[in-house]
């Protein structure tokens, strides 16, 4: 089965920089494309990013465009999330999530996605 596990989340102050690790197992992880989400206490889940199976194209939310990057590696399975200039509403658990299906054309859609990671926590203080 899929095994998503996240890595590297943590506290930091405002302003400052984390790199989010997401390794995955039981897939063929470069024919899927790889999203980023989280979800601040009270509110609904939401996509952060998503990059397809090639890294060819990317999105991003508005509220993140700019400060955050996605990437990933396909020979070490692994997806990444730099966020930088981190503010305090950034504070949420995040996940890392994989496509339902190979080659998804929904794979920037929150939609699109069927596997999920646990989650690991981002904190950051003003």
């Known amino acids: 089965q899929v095994q998503l596990v996240e890595s590297g989340g943590g506290l930091v102050q405002a302003g400052g920089s984390l790199r989010l690790s997401c390794a995955a197992a039981?897939?063929?992880?470069?024919?899927?494309?790889m999203g980023w989400f989280r979800q601040a206490s009270g509110k609904e889940r939401e996509i952060l990013a998503a990059?397809?199976?090639?890294?060819?194209?990317?999105y991003y939310a508005n509220s993140v465009n700019g400060r955050f990057t996605i990437s990933r590696d396909n020979a070490k399975n692994t997806v990444y999330l730099q966020m930088n200039s981190l503010k305090p509403e950034d504070t949420a658990v995040y996940y890392c999530?994989?496509?339902?299906?190979?080659?998804?054309?929904?794979?920037?859609?929150?939609?699109?996605?069927?596997?999920w990671g646990q989650g690991t926590q981002v904190t950051v203080s003003s």
């Open positions: 039981g897939l063929t992880f470069s024919r899927y494309a």
């Open positions: 990059i397809n199976w090639s890294s060819s194209s990317i």
């Open positions: 999530a994989c496509a339902s299906k190979m080659y998804s054309s929904n794979w920037a859609a929150a939609t699109g996605y069927g596997y």
